[in-house]
């Protein structure tokens, strides 16, 4: 296995997708474990998995449902829920915009 | 002193009335004055548990199974009104607005927090060398690891910090430094202790677990927080029992050569064929088995793994409570973008389904070996506790060291570390595996063993 998947556009693409910002050394250091990484990884394509079944939940639980109510004990104040923010107008949060332009 | 009790002794002094919650907190307390600089447990400290513990009039009953018991507390628990970080920086002033579910049923229980024990960031790492606020030490040499994530916790046990702690395990993150800490340290089965209220990591994997002095602590700590939790969707309505049986007769364990890795040290395979000898005379009868390679389960754990931390780490936004995102540290940026990465559109079968694939045949592994024994023993961890600054440079360090633990947590068992011996005076770790919802054997056999041998009794030597 001696294609590597990472170069330093995919790199930067990943930091992209994850909402983080690498710095340049960053890039170079990640670019290298990631290769690593996915190195151990790909010792799984040797395995067949060809006939077998997907796993997403390891005791077997399938569709578990509750009524649909309100749980007043779980419910913040709005000061509560406010508690921890550090940018607060007027009893909402405040967010970046997410349109620019006209 | 007090601090060094058991919880069950600390119990029964209390019911007797010889001893008191505040004897046992200011024991604590004055352990950790003396000793914190040098361990590096505590993010922080409850100021009021003094307090608490004065206001502590009745003795511990059926209802309130653990009143006036000091504990310590994985820092990725929330705790309503005191500050909960997951040892990084970006929660460095979370105060969370409620407790976790773990948490909810201690204080109903009775027991008093003490503090928030380190952790690697985010229980990113097998070390706590990846916490923000510095590494916990090892209580038995101060120049090594404590292991991780739930470092913090292990390492306030075994240096009489506390009475009990609470830890996490996504795969080895209690096991791993119950092992290098001479502790004990119970993985209990997926869903069958609540994850509300736990900072998440490998959501389907993650499982709260009690890290005691001895079996007898584990079970109780586990009787008081395992069960069905409406907040948890994926926890067991399946009822928590316990097991009195005084032998192992008709108890079939199950050895694996593959557990016994290539450069493993003679003395931790001799310590697992020594267990062996002991649950033979317990009356269990042992046998070798067949069982898959554990390195095909590094490859599963680190894909589900990084995944699933990619989607759960997505919320910090630094909007609602926390910062932003600058203020992630290096393991955490590698986790979360590489995580993105094999859920990402064109690699996503390659990777992550390839991987929960693969995670079937262990699964069904597993179930095999279980027609046939009721329990699986192996080595916790392939060694004794390295040097500190080991993980620097090694981005599969947790990985690798964790690779005992991530087949049965993989497949959600149960699992638990008890001390079997030393290797240049220092603790090594025998794990009992069990099969789904199994803990009642794998704690009876585990507990037997302990009452068996003398190991719990070595403690480190600080000074």
Known sequence: ????????????????????????????????????TL???????????????????????????????????????????????KNIHEGYFVVKGVLSGE | MENSLTLKKSLLLLKKGEISSVDLVD????????????????????????????????????NK??????????????????????????????????????????????AIILGKANMDAWAHGSSTETSDYGSTKNPWDVTRLPGGSSGGSAAAVSADMCTFAIGSETAGSVRGPSSWCGITGLKPT??????????AMGSSLDCP?????????????????????????????????????ASLKGIRIAIAREYFMKGMDKLVVDSILEAAKNFEKLGAKVDYVEIMEPRHAVGVYTVVQRSEVSSNLARYDGIRFG??????????KRRISLGAFTLSSGYQDRYYKKAQRVRTLFIEDFKRIFKNFDLIIAPSMPGTAPKLGVTKDAAMFGEMA????????????????????????LPLGLNIIGPQFGEEKVLLAAKLYQNETNWKHVKPNLK
């Open chain 2, 27 to 62: 024991a604590c307390l004055k352990q950790i004055e003396k000793f914190d600089k040098k361990v590096n447990v505590f993010v922080t400290l409850n100021k009021n548990a003094l307090k608490e513990a004065k206001g502590v009039k009745n003795k511990p009953t059926k």
């Open chain 2, 323 to 332: 910062k932003d995102r600058t203020h992630f540290g290096e393991e955490a």
């Open chain 1, 39 to 85: 190195q151990v990884v790909e010792k799984l394509s040797k395995i067949d998995t060809t006939k077998v079944k997907i796993t997403f939940q390891v005791t077997g639980l399938t569709n578990v449902f509750r009524r649909d109510i309100v749980e007043k004990e779980r419910i913040f104040s709005q000061k509560e829920a406010l508690s921890n923010s």
């Open chain 2, 402 to 425: 964790d690779i005992l633990n991530e087949p049965s947590s993989i497949a959600g068992l149960p699992g638990i570390s008890v001390p079997c011996g030393f290797m240049d005076s």
């Open chain 2, 65 to 110: 199974p653990l009143l006036g018991i000091p504990f310590a507390i994985k820092d990725n628990f929330l705790t309503k009104g005191l500050r909960t970080t997951a040892s990084s920086r970006l929660l460095d002033d979370y105060i969370p607005q409620y407790d976790s579910t773990v948490v909810k049923k201690l204080k109903d229980a009775g």
């Open chain 1, 1 to 36: 296995m001696t294609r590597k998947v990472f170069d330093d556009k995919k790199v930067k693409l990943v930091a992209k997708l994850s909402g983080l910002k690498f710095s340049k050394s960053e890039i170079s250091e990640f670019k290298t474990q990631f290769n690593e």
């Open chain 2, 209 to 245: 677990g009690p890290m005691t002095k001895s079996v007898e602590d584990a079970q109780i700590v586990y009787k008081v927080i395992a069960g069905k939790d409406p907040m948890d969707a994926t926890t067991s309505t399946k009822p928590v029992g316990e097991s009195k049986k």
């Open chain 2, 190 to 199: 997926y869903g069958r202790v609540s994850r509300y209220g736990v900072i």
